[in-house]
Structures are given as C-alpha cells and as structure tokens.
C-alpha cells in the first residue's frame, strides 16, 4: 500500500498547535484552539522544516532543568530527546524522528596530514581541492559563494558542507533535488566520509584522499595555499575578472580554458557558439568543446533548461552517435564537452561534390545505415534529434564510421533569448533539409522528421546538392511544399536502383509514405550490404 505525504503550510510565525491520537491528527493554535481534525489516518512519519534568518549560524537550545544549554550550530547535528535536529544554510531542516536512524557519523582515523578531494569524473576530472585541518567548507557551482566550486550544471550553488576536525569529515546535504550520495547512497541526515569514499555531487565524483601527498608541492605558478576565513585553503591574490560580455562567441587565445580544459583551434562556427579542438588540463583527454555565444544563459531557468536536456542524453552511448562528456559554464560563457571525432563533415564532403569531386554512393549508404543505427538507439530511448544536417553528420576518417553529433542542443537552447535571436537566420540556412512538416507553423514533428534528414543528408552526399533548392527562401519553401524530388539517381548514373528508393522513400512528401521506424529502414539496406559487400 503507498504512503501518501500530507504537507501543512504556511507563513504565520504565531504559536501552532498539532496533535496525533490514534487514527487522527489536530491542528491549530492551541490545545484549547483546535482548527480542524483530519480522520482515519495513520500517521507514518512528522517532518518539520522551519526556515532562520541566513545571518544565524547557531541557535541555543534550552532544555528543562538544563543549567548550561547546548547550541545548534550550521552543520553540526544535535540530539534532543528523540529528535535529530540539523540547521543547514542557507535554510535548517528540523525532522523528528530522522529519516534514518540517529547514529553518529562513522569516525575518520585521527590524521594531522593534509586532507583533500580528487576528482575522478565529472567537468573538473583531475582537479584536486584541499580541505582545512578543521572548519567548515562548502561544495557548489563555480562562481558561486561556495569555497570548493565545480564546472558542473548539476550542481546547486551551494550544494553541500563539509564538517572537518582532527576526527571526523561529515557530510550535510543543503540543496539540490538530486541530492548529495556517498558511495553510491543518497544521504538525507549528516553522514561521515573515510579515506576512500566517494562523494557524489550533481555528475561530479569526489574521493576523499589523506596526505602527505606527493604532487602537492606549490610551484612558482601555483602560489603556497594560504587559508582564507572559512578555513578552506586557497591561493592568494584576487581571481581574475571575468571576460566582458559579449554578443559573439570568445575568440581564441593560447592561455585561454574552459573549466578543465585548454582551449585549441577552431573545428567550426554556428549559429550558437563555436566549437573548440580542447584538451583536458590534467587527463590530456582530447574533446571538441562547443562554447556558446556569452548571450546564453539570460536567466537561471534557460540554465537549469540546458541542465535538464543535456542530463536527459549523458547515459547514451552509442557507436554512431557522439559521446557527451561533461558541460559547465567558466566566466559569461557556457560549454559543453563531447568526444572528438578525428575526420570531417557531411557538409564538407557536400561542398567538394558541388566543386566537382566524384561522389561515391557506398559512401552515402554507409552514412544512411550507420545514421539508421543511431536513430534506432533514439528511438528505444524514446529521443527525436530534431536537428539532422550535414554539419552534424561526422564521418571519421581512420574508421569510415559516421556519428551523429548535437543531440538535443536545439531543444537544450530552445526558447532563449539567444535561440531567438538567431532563430530566422538559422532556419533559412537549414531549410533545404527540413522535412515538410518542420515548414508548417505548429505542426506534429516526431522521429519521421529525423528519417526525412538523413535523407536529405544521403541524397546531398550523392548529387552534392539538397533534395530541394531555391533562389529565395520563398522559392525553397514554395518547393518543400510541392514535394517534386528529383531521383538521385538522374544525377548520378551509378546509384542502384534499390538504393534510389530508399533515399526517396525516406523524402517521401508524407509522413504515412516514409518509414516508420530506423528498424525498418535498416531492414531495406540490408540486402545492399550483403550485395554490394559494403565495408561498413
């Protein structure tokens, strides 16, 4: 039988009144004041939060017959009779009983040595953070008040605080649906760390590691930590401004970084951002960083929006489709991580077939199955790309292997102030690969769509021009509407037959003519492979 929660809320800071008897549960200001009664219920659990004044960083507790009274202190958890209560900032959390039973936190061996956090995955991978000898240190976004701060979108501001003496290192959870997990366990009440343990905060991983360590020797470059107020050791002089807004992508320079990463050349130019040839500080990891145009976030929800599409995707993986890696924000720009793919484009090979390079239809119907093969990883997974043009279609060139890259961008940055702004322009650059309902003010778009794309990418691939064309959008649009395709096979005498009908089934003017599925697309190009003895 499910439990059901009952919240009681309000804003009144004047005496309140509840009461559990058997199957029901009073309310009001005092005993003699009853408000309401609520019948037939069994109650399982009483948890009561009540927000202090962010200024407070205790509370004294006074206690009957109690001559020196305890005090309550920001991270420190204290017993009182049978409640567990613990004030956490910004806000204290008071619950009674505790979701889980009220046992000190493990003990940490007595250790005088230095103390930090590694971390071994996430955006700062690599990236080690020195705890104090005692005190108190924080874990948040970078930028953020917090004392240790992470490239991680996941991350709430101040995402939880870290209790340290010569005995113990607890754990306190302070914000962040996802919660704060220690080896692999979400915690909800303070929970002490060893030597070894892994603490989880949003997609970051931080082990716990007791020194004397070996690569901890300050260099010239790296200043000898000094402590700052919170006890948190840090390096001294002030942080370097943040780079000025601006409405364009940053232009390069040889010192610049994105979190953990070293910026390298340009790979290409968008309409959101540029993507960066980067590598990772202190692995050497080798990624294509995409840094959007400093105009994205213009709000914290355009951020949390980007957070929750990318985190929707950073569990696929497949081999045709590009390995997200990690996303942050460094200064007024964020950026997002994917694994590098050593080759080129479909829209680079398009470009040489249009100058008068040979086209090659193996090579277009390697690209369709392969391209089949990630759309029906989307489709178990119940994901639309949306956004399938050449310059998303990357061919490696050791492997021949395609890979379908910008997976769920458009609908990450879709809606912003920055989307908008570029919104007409990009349209008209990919109109010519749009399926026909895209063209259609509010019309259903589902993974059809995508199948019409990798299409319109094949029959590019072969005629070295889009299934349909124009002088003028108006013309392009006037186009996409008729539905007249002119077989790729006209222009390129070599083309199979079979492989003619399925470029054009896959540009099928209606939805119904098309392929319902990437299964049943790839269940057509099977026999050219067997045929044709495609390498694929």
């Known amino acids: 039988m499910a439990n059901y929660t009952l919240v009681i809320d309000g804003h009144d800071q004047e ?5 559990v008897d058997s199957e029901s549960l009073r309310v009001g200001r005092t005993p003699a004041h009853v408000e309401g009664t609520l019948r037939g219920m069994k109650v399982v659990r009483i948890h009561c939060e009540v927000e202090v004044e962010e200024d407070r960083d205790s509370v004294p507790i006074d206690q009957p017959g109690v001559i020196a009274p305890q005090v309550l202190r920001v991270g420190t958890p204290a017993h009182l009779a049978h409640s567990h209560l613990v004030l956490s900032a910004p806000r204290s959390v008071v619950a009674t009983p505790p979701v889980e039973p009220a046992v000190p936190p493990p003990p940490v061996p007595a250790a005088t040595g230095p103390k930090r956090f590694r971390v071994i995955d996430g955006g700062d991978q ?39 003496d010569h005995h113990t290192i607890t754990v306190t959870h302070l914000d962040g649906q996802n ?59 002030k942080a370097p401004p943040p780079p000025a807004k601006s409405a364009d992508p940053p232009v390069r320079t040889e010192a610049q970084v994105m979190g953990p990463y070293q910026l390298g050349p340009v790979l290409g130019r968008g309409h959101t951002g540029v993507v960066y040839k980067a590598t990772h500080a202190k692995t050497g990891q080798v990624v294509a960083l995409k840094v959007l145009s400093a105009d994205f976030p213009a709000s914290t929800a355009e951020l949390e929006h980007l957070a929750q599409a990318l985190k929707a995707i950073h569990h696929l993986r497949h081999p045709n489709l590009v390995t997200p890696l990690g996303a ?6 964020c950026w997002i991580a994917r694994e590098f793919v050593d080759g080129e484009s479909a829209a680079s090979v398009i470009a040489r077939i249009a100058e008068g390079d040979k086209p ?8 369709a199955i392969h391209l089949a093969r990630a759309l029906d990883c989307l489709h178990q997974n119940q994901m639309v790309h949306g956004n399938i043009t050449p310059h998303n279609v990357l061919l490696g060139t050791a492997d021949h292997t395609t890979k379908l890259a910008d997976l769920r961008l458009v609908q990450a940055v879709e809606g912003s102030q920055m989307y908008r702004a570029v919104q007409e322009k990009k349209l008209l650059a990919e109109l010519p690969y749009l399926a026909p309902e895209q063209a259609e003010p509010g019309a259903f778009v589902d993974q059809l769509a995508d199948l019409y794309a990798v299409g319109a990418v094949v029959y590019a691939l072969i005629t070295g021009r889009p299934p349909v064309t124009g002088d003028s959008p108006a013309d392009i649009l006037a186009e996409i509407h008729a539905g007249r395709v002119v077989r790729p096979g006209s222009y390129y005498k070599k083309v199979p ?36 003895d495609l390498k694929l």
């Open 497 to 532: 037959a079979a492989f003619d009908g399925v470029v054009m089934k896959l540009l099928a003017h209606h939805q119904e003519d098309r392929y319902p599925t990437p299964a049943a697309l790839l269940a057509d190009l099977a026999p050219l492979t067997s045929s044709y």
């Open 126 to 164: 690599g990236q080690t953070f020195r705890l104090p000898d005692s005190g108190t240190a924080t874990i948040g976004k970078h930028g953020g008040p917090a004392n240790i701060g992470l490239h991680d979108l996941y991350v709430m501001r101040v995402h939880c605080s870290i209790q340290v």
């Open 360 to 367: 090659s239809w193996t090579r277009a119907a390697r690209v």
């Open 328 to 333: 942050g924000r460094s200064g007024t720009h």
């Open 15 to 19: 005496p309140f009144f509840l009461a």
């Open 179 to 237: 919660g704060t997990l220690i080896d692999g366990q979400r915690i909800n009440r303070p929970r002490g760390l060893e030597p070894g343990s892994i603490l989880r905060v949003g997609n970051s991983h931080l082990r716990l590691e007791f020194g004397p360590f070996a690569d901890d020797t300050p260099t010239a470059s790296e200043p000898e930590p000094v402590a700052g107020g919170s006890g948190v050791l840090r390096a001294p002089g």
